[in-house]
């Protein structure tokens, strides 16, 4: 059943527009730098391609979050785009205050970012700008590395990870 409302940007209370947002399917991603030596990297599902010439996306971190303040710092990062089995990185890295890379094998990305070992892709971004919208920080990168492998990206749908469904379709190729 739809139901539809009209209502003013005031009257959107944040678990509203949490829980509406959240039927809005996406990937989830850690988003990883180095900063006075120093390892940081958080989980996040706000990414988007930007451009492709220059290459650019941007991500939205939380404004506060030491990794957030890293990411800044550095003028660096890695978006490490996770695989189907990676689930429990994805909740490591959402857990706020500990150290995410405890007992964990990285490597060091060409752009000397930590980088997340069978991630099922990861970009090397200069940060090429930021800006602070809402509670967040939204970080444009320009991509200088890329890395892919083969398997099923995590999903995240209605504030639980899925499986994207093999369709068994060809694939859709769009022209804008």
Known sequence: MLTTSSTSSAEVDPMTMRRTMGRFATGVAVVTTRAAGVPHGMTVNSLTSVSLDPPLLLVCLTTGARSTDAVVEAGRFAVNILSARQEQLALRFARRGEDHFAGLEVTEGRHRVPVIPDAFAHLEC??????????????????????????????????????????ANEPVHWFF
């Open 126 to 167: 200069d940060v090429e700008r930021h800006l602070i919208a809402g509670d967040h920080v939204v970080v444009f990168g320009h991509v200088r590395s890329v890395c892919e492998r083969d398997g099923e990206p995590l999903a995240f749908h209605g504030g639980r990870f899925a499986d994207l469904a093999d369709r």
